[in-house]
């Protein structure tokens, strides 16, 4: 089934990890695919030939304005249009507050919500220009609504992404223009590579997961799949939580509150 036959999408941050595995499903789904990626044009060249179909890769640091203005321009010569945008890129850094750097806060801030926010900004007025709407799904997290410790900026930036997604969603309902998220849980990518190739580690985090197990990047590109095609054309505004049960409140699955 090809649900994206003939829409051109951005993805940011799609040269591995969740992103690269929303390429290669939206390619499959009959897609045209612009990569974008920050300094790795071969991982990005790597992703792209895995996508096949008509694909490109498009370098720009989402954080800069100039540079995110170029990139669309990029793609819309490419490709002719925007339909859809992929806010995916993003980044944490591992800190106790009270030694977090200001660098390193507004590193994480600046790609991670102005980062979506310039791209969702701009994603926008080519919708509008073109008069035939959009969507945009941005990738959040599990901790837009779980804090994270040790990760305040990161916490903080996803916290954020939440309110972007409805407030945008409700300023462009009437546009045609749908705005939601993806809030996953824990996800075999390189990014987790610490925890994922250490046995104990990883019986850790799984441990805390009701379903037992964390997810393939694949399980989660599906996710988006969904929200950016006309199956979820009456979906905006929401976060789809895949995350395997982690906002369900797991350590209740014993019920110790009341002793039962």
Known sequence: MQRLAGKNVLITGASSGIGQAIAIRFAQEGANVAINYLADPAEAEATR???????????????????????????????????????????????VTENIEMEDFDRVLNVNLRGAFLCA??????????????????????????????????SISKGGMENLTKTM???????????????PGAVVTPINKAWIDDP????NVESHIPMGRAATAAEIAAVFAFLASDDAS????????????LTLYPEFRVAWSTGE
């Open 121 to 154: 900004r701009e994603a926008v007025r080519r919708f509008l220009s073109q008069g035939r709407g959009g969507a945009i799904v941005n990738n959040s997290s599990v901790h837009e609504i779980i804090p994270k410790p040790k990760y305040l900026p990161y």
């Open 49 to 95: 030939a895995a996508a096949g179909g008509r694909s490109i890769i498009v370098q720009a640091d989402v954080s800069r304005e100039d540079q995110v203005k170029a990139m669309f321009t990029k793609v819309v010569d490419a490709f002719g249009s925007v339909d859809v945008l992929i806010n995916n890129a993003g980044i944490q850094k591992l800190s």
């Open 234 to 245: 009456y979906v905006t505004g929401q976060t789809i939580f895949a995350c395997g049960g």
């Open 169 to 183: 969603a409700l300023e462009y309902a009437g546009r045609g223009i749908r705005v939601n998220a993806v809030g």
């Open 200 to 203: 104990k580690a990883r019986g």
